[in-house]
């Protein structure tokens, strides 16, 4: 038993007694890791002895424990372990409690909810070129990069020797760093400096759930064992380094977005996933440290605001003016599939770069398709091709492990299917079954989406008109063939083009929102990599490589982190949503061809839509001036949340105190978020709905901006008033948006518009999503 005064220990004693008196039912062995919410207010008043927090909660555990084993009876229960306290992203803590633990805390003064911890999933050379991003200009100017901002990455930890984290030329550590380097398994304190100045490892949920670590497999600290947390760092804030490939591919000098940032990693994610207690408790110790930058490229299924820890954790980064990043999630094209899609957070979505690594296949009646890959080395001959019951037995179709027949397949190419196992899994089965080739078809679903990949035989994708064609082909010819060239690195393709993989919109917990709210590069991206981990990550895959090729949004999201690093260092009195705002108005909706941004997942044929994109494509040196920005504090958002109809306690979680609505009738369109989302039913007519807007003047003094409109099907939009006339910077003038339905129009559930502020210089858009909902 830890000490504490009499009087202190005798008082939660007492409140833990009430509780437990207060249970009639038995105790039960089962125990679940909880993240328990806590009013700080509350637990402060209770005893002003113990008021750090901490000692307070562990003394609420001491008490839970003796009080468990006087009064569970036969049932005896293991005593409660109290895994993290936070005190910064949320007041309380997370432990592994059984139901009636649980329901003693439930009684005491202070205690506001209780969710079950959960595993959640992790969602370059031509990235700054592409973005417009130059050296000695804009924001890669001098004055600009002469900042000590500093980007925590919540993520798989990191290869702290990787030459793009040296910190050769770099000044010393910010003073107001309050940040550590974490000793552990093949990591001490000497592998941080004045570039990766702190990391740290989470794993108490996860253990707690999943078991030990196996350190013979992973590292029980900072180090990074499966590659994704180094390439996410060094996509933010790595070193420009020239020369960097892989296998000659992609051949440039890599850098982050922010490379003179500084890096802070926060390891929370292990063999088998995230568990979210762990994700809270890394950000809540990163906004102690002092992170300018959050950046998590992971994610779990939507739920509301107030259950879901990571849209919770990043209330309190944004009440402490930290801008919070997070992937949408690699669960399209379905519609309403995107994730964090709290109004606070960035929500990035996931599109392709101008560069590809193409492929030719080329089959014996001649027919011609392009594919992608990352194999480095030659082509191959015209081989016979086999599929399915030519190529094995159950399961061949989709090359699975002992599916493939090794007589069958032997020196041929063999077909597979995307799904069941992971694309270069799929091409090491053939391998091993002694096949010469590979071609990975995509479904319908996944359209003509290309991932190009480092298989270790032979091996390209394609998309789903070459995959009918090939299949058709292969079961009407007696004896099909096919070769494949592989073409190295090409640049100038159509882009951006949004990845199928990208999740959409509309979010299903917040629909009167926009989400993604932009995208950027994830496909095929080129960052750093452990020299430990093969780029296929299989197991009999034995390369070595320090700088890899891998799609996702986990990839686009440090983009859009690093992003806004250097808007941090341009614009340092900026919000966290001015920031947004600022990078959501000036996206462009155009590819290089100066047509619509497309859509991978219906062939490239079809324009894209702001549930894929958002407001569009970031535009970094635009953003660094955007002439308006919507700005929103914290106040604004809890009231937005009295709107959508949540609950005083609900909302007490995020304001981390007890609140109460106001009582004027608020409206989800109060909100001054930098885009529309309006929502009817399909049999409205004549009914309207208005939205208001504040937006502020950090452009040039005398500016007069007049409003251009392009109208969503089945609604006519009335702007008043239709001109903004500024005097000086930080003015701030209001309009209202009333959006009429006219009723649906067509079979689609959708209509998309967009609404601009223009003034000369500036271009100030927000688009707006109609959807008109079944009754």
Not at 109 to 121: K, M, P, Q, R, S
Not at 485 to 494: D, M
């Amino acid at each position: 038993m830890r000490r504490y005064s009499n009087t202190a220990m005798y008082g939660i004693s007492f409140l833990v007694w009430l509780a437990f008196m207060s249970i009639t039912s038995y105790a039960t062995v089962e125990r679940h890791i909880y993240v328990v919410h806590m009013d700080k207010n509350v637990v402060t008043a209770l005893d002003q002895s113990l008021a750090d927090g901490r000692r307070w909660y562990n003394a609420v555990i001491d008490s839970i424990s003796e009080y468990s084993s006087q009064n569970d009876g036969e049932q005896v229960t293991e005593f409660p372990q109290l895994l993290y306290v936070y005190q910064n992203a949320i007041s309380g803590f997370s432990a592994k409690l059984s139901t009636t633990q649980l329901e003693a805390l439930k009684n005491i003064d202070g205690f506001l909810h209780a969710t079950v911890d959960e595993i959640l999933n992790l969602h370059t050379t031509h990235s700054p070129q592409f973005l417009g991003l130059q050296n000695g200009k804009g924001l890669w100017k001098a004055p600009n990069f002469a900042n000590d901002v500093i980007v925590g990455v919540v993520d798989t930890g990191i290869w702290p020797e990787h030459v793009s984290f040296q910190d050769t030329g770099m000044s010393p550590v910010p003073v107001r760093w309050k940040g550590t380097c974490e000793s552990g398994t093949k990591f001490s304190s000497s592998n941080c400096n004045k570039k990766l100045i702190g990391a740290r490892a989470y794993f108490k949920g996860y253990e707690g759930a999943a078991g030990r670590i196996n350190e013979t497999t992973d590292y029980r600290s900072a180090r990074d064992s499966a590659g994704h947390g180094t390439h996410t760092a060094s996509t933010a804030a790595g070193n420009i380094v020239p020369g960097a490939s892989l296998f000659g591919m992609a051949k440039g000098s890599a850098g982050g977005m922010s490379y003179t940032a500084r890096i802070a990693v926060y390891k929370v994610c292990w063999q088998f996933g995230c568990a979210s207690s762990d994700i809270l408790a890394a950000m809540d110790q990163a906004i102690a440290d002092g992170v300018d930058i959050l950046s998590l490229s992971l994610g779990g299924s939507s739920k509301p605001y107030h259950s879901d820890n990571i849209a919770v954790g990043a209330f309190g980064a944004i009440q402490k003016g930290i801008f919070v990043t997070c992937s949408a999630g690699n669960s399209g094209p379905s519609e309403s599939t995107v994730t964090n899609t709290a109004p606070w957070i960035m929500t990035v979505a996931a599109s392709y770069l101008d560069r590809s690594f193409p492929t030719t296949v080329k089959l014996g009646n001649g027919q011609v398709f392009k594919g992608a890959s990352l194999y480095s080395g030659k082509r191959t001959k015209m081989l016979p091709l086999v599929y399915g019951k030519t190529a094995g037995g159950q399961g061949a179709e989709f090359c699975t492990n002992g599916s493939l027949t090794q007589n069958l397949v032997k020196g041929k190419i063999v077909v597979c299917e995307r799904g069941i196992n992971g694309r270069t899994e799929k091409g090491e089965h053939v391998k091993m079954a002694g096949g010469a080739g590979m071609l990975l078809l995509n479904t319908d679903d996944e359209g003509e989406e290309l991932f190009a990949d480092p298989h270790i035989l032979p091996g390209t994708s394609l998309g789903a008109m070459a995959a009918r064609a090939i299949k058709s082909y292969v079961s009407l010819k007696k004896k099909p063939k096919a070769k494949i060239t592989f073409e190295g690195t090409v640049y100038g393709n159509l882009a951006p083009v949004m990845a199928a993989f990208s999740s959409r919109g509309p979010s299903v917990v917040g629909p009167e929102v926009i989400k993604p709210d932009i995208t950027a590069p994830g496909m095929n991206i080129l960052a750093a990599w452990p020299p430990t981990v093969s780029p296929t990550m299989v197991k009999s895959d034995t390369r070595r490589i320090v700088f890899n090729i891998i799609s996702g949004t986990s990839m686009s999201c440090p983009h859009v982190s690093g992003l806004a690093a250097l808007l941090k260092s341009m614009h340092k009195d900026w919000s966290p949503a001015a920031m947004k705002s600022a990078l959501m108005t000036t996206a462009y909706i155009q590819n290089n061809k100066k047509e619509l941004i497309t859509d991978a997942a219906a062939g490239m044929s079809n324009s894209a839509t702001p549930f894929a994109f958002g407001s569009g494509h970031v535009n970094p040196e635009r953003a660094s001036d955007p002439g308006l920005i919507y700005d929103i504090n914290t106040d604004d958002y809890l009231n937005n949340l009295c709107s959508l109809n949540y609950t005083s306690s609900q909302i007490s979680l995020l304001a981390r105190k007890s609140f109460s609505c106001p009582r004027v009738a608020l409206q989800p369109g109060d909100l001054n978020y930098p885009s529309f989302a309006i929502n009817f039913n399909s049999s409205s007519n004549n009914v309207t709905v208005v939205h208001t807007r504040t937006v502020t003047n950090v452009g040039t003094p005398h500016t007069r901006y007049k409003v251009e409109m392009s109208e969503p099907d089945g609604v006519t939009v009335v702007i008043e008033p239709k001109v903004l006339n500024f005097q000086k910077i930080n003015q701030k003038m209001s309009y209202r948006v009333s959006f009429v339905a006219l009723g649906q129009s067509s079979s689609t559930t959708h209509s998309f518009g967009s609404l601009t502020w223009a003034s000369g210089k500036y271009s100030v858009r927000s688009p707006i999503a109609v959807t008109w909902r079944k009754v």
